[in-house]
T-cell receptor
Framework: IAGITQAPTSQILAAGRRMTLRCTQD?????MYWYRQDLGLGLRLIHY???????GKGEVPDGYSVSRANTDDFPLTLASAVPSQTSVYFC????????????FGQGTRLTVV | AQKITQTQPGMFVQEKEAVTLDCTYD???????LFWYKQPSSGEMIFLIY??????QNATEGRYSLNFQKARKSANLVISASQLGDSAMYFC?????????????FGTGTLLAVQP
């Protein structure tokens, strides 16, 4: 089934540990995004990529890094997790840079303790 | 400064009535797009409706319509004949930027509760 998949669905992580959230899409979408969702703050853009090989910083990039080695995958890495990174993380993709809607993964619930 | 502003953290509406969810945006781009998404309690993000900055007519999708007022930089979502299943969080989003800086940003959301 075509779509966008995130892994893991949930994780409890010790502070200071390194963690990579995985995101894969099979729709050949050029643009991909990572958001974090926190109560009262909506979805905030962490990093984005408009094509393989390029990435950009969003609204809240500090403490996170991404890579886009190919069209399908867009992993998000927390180099040294902190409790303030406890959140629900959503990956999304869009066909191109135009006005097409974004498709979302099911989310990853991350708790940093 | 907030690029997307949703001033209503929460709203109630009676079943079968219409409700308007407010969204204002800030951009200097001439070309941009506005989107509304629904997030039910199960957590998935569901695309509802889209409006392009050059579209002259307001977008409609079934019971959803987008009241686009370009001069006021507002893109309010109107839900007609509310149903219990419309109870959810609603997010307004904007596509802005060009080329490598093109991105999609969201507001803080409005929690809608439909009462029987």
């Amino acid at each position: 089934i075509a779509g966008i998949t995130q892994a893991p669905t949930s994780q409890i992580l010790a502070a200071g540990r390194r963690m990579t959230l995985r995101c894969t899409q099979d729709m050949r979408h050029n643009a991909m995004y990572w958001y974090r969702q926190d109560l009262g703050l909506g979805l905030r853009l962490i990093h984005y990529s408009n094509t393989a090989g390029t990435t950009g910083k969003g609204e809240v990039p500090d403490g996170y890094s991404v890579s886009r080695a190919n069209t399908d995958d867009f992993p998000l890495t927390l180099a040294s997790a902190v409790p303030s990174q406890t959140s629900v993380y959503f990956c999304a993709s869009r066909k191109g840079a135009g006005n097409t809607e974004a498709f979302f993964g099911q989310g990853t619930r991350l708790t940093v303790v | 400064a907030q690029k997307i502003t949703q001033t209503q953290p929460g709203m109630f509406v009676q079943e079968k009535e219409a409700v308007t969810l407010d969204c204002t945006y800030d951009t200097s781009d001439q070309s941009y797009g506005l989107f509304w998404y629904k997030q039910p309690s199960s957590g998935e993000m569901i695309f509802l409706i889209y409006q392009g900055s050059y579209d002259e007519q307001n977008a409609t999708e079934g019971r959803y319509s987008l009241n686009f007022q370009k001069a006021r930089k507002s893109a309010n979502l109107v839900i007609s004949a509310s149903q219990l299943g419309d109870s959810a969080m609603y997010f307004c989003a904007m596509r802005e930027g060009r080329g490598a800086t093109n991105k999609l940003i969201f507001g803080t959301g409005t929690l809608l509760a439909v009462q029987p």
